[in-house]
Nanobody
Framework: VQLQASGGGLVQPGGSLRLSCAVS????????IGWFRQAPGKEREGVSC????????EYADSVKGRFTISRDNAKNAVHLQMNSLKPEDTAVYYC??????????????????RGQGTLVTVSS
């Protein structure tokens, strides 16, 4: 399974970006997908998770009400709509999943499949 994040860029505070995670090598139907971010000098932070089962979605407290995760099974892709962006949202964002794990249980530990990230910079 390969995951590839895209859609990052430079945006002003208060702006919006939409990230996409393209899944290949398997169908999205079998996997919960998590979005994570890592800022320079900081640990990885779980941002959101979408489930292929009946749980979720899940959001970090820091992004609740601002970020929305969605999945497009037909296109084998997961999207993260990010609104009201803040400078503290600046980080490399990437998507990840675990083998044979369709839901969001334990999603903060997803790491079996992890694509290259996309840089999001929020600055004026």
């Amino acid at each position: 399974v390969q995951l590839q994040a895209s859609g990052g860029g430079l945006v002003q505070p208060g702006g919006s970006l939409r990230l996409s995670c393209a899944v290949s090598g398997s169908t999205l139907d079998y996997y919960g997908i998590g979005w994570f971010r890592q800022a320079p000098g900081k640990e990885r932070e779980g941002v959101s998770c979408t489930s292929a089962a009946f749980d979720g979605p899940e959001y970090a407290d820091s992004v609740k009400g601002r970020f929305t995760i969605s999945r497009d099974n037909a296109k084998n892709a997961v999207h993260l709509q990010m609104n009201s962006l803040k400078p503290e949202d600046t980080a490399v964002y990437y998507c990840a999943a675990d083998y044979g794990h369709p839901n969001c249980s334990g999603w903060h530990e997803f790491d079996d499949f992890r694509g290259q990230g996309t840089l999001v910079t929020v600055s004026s």
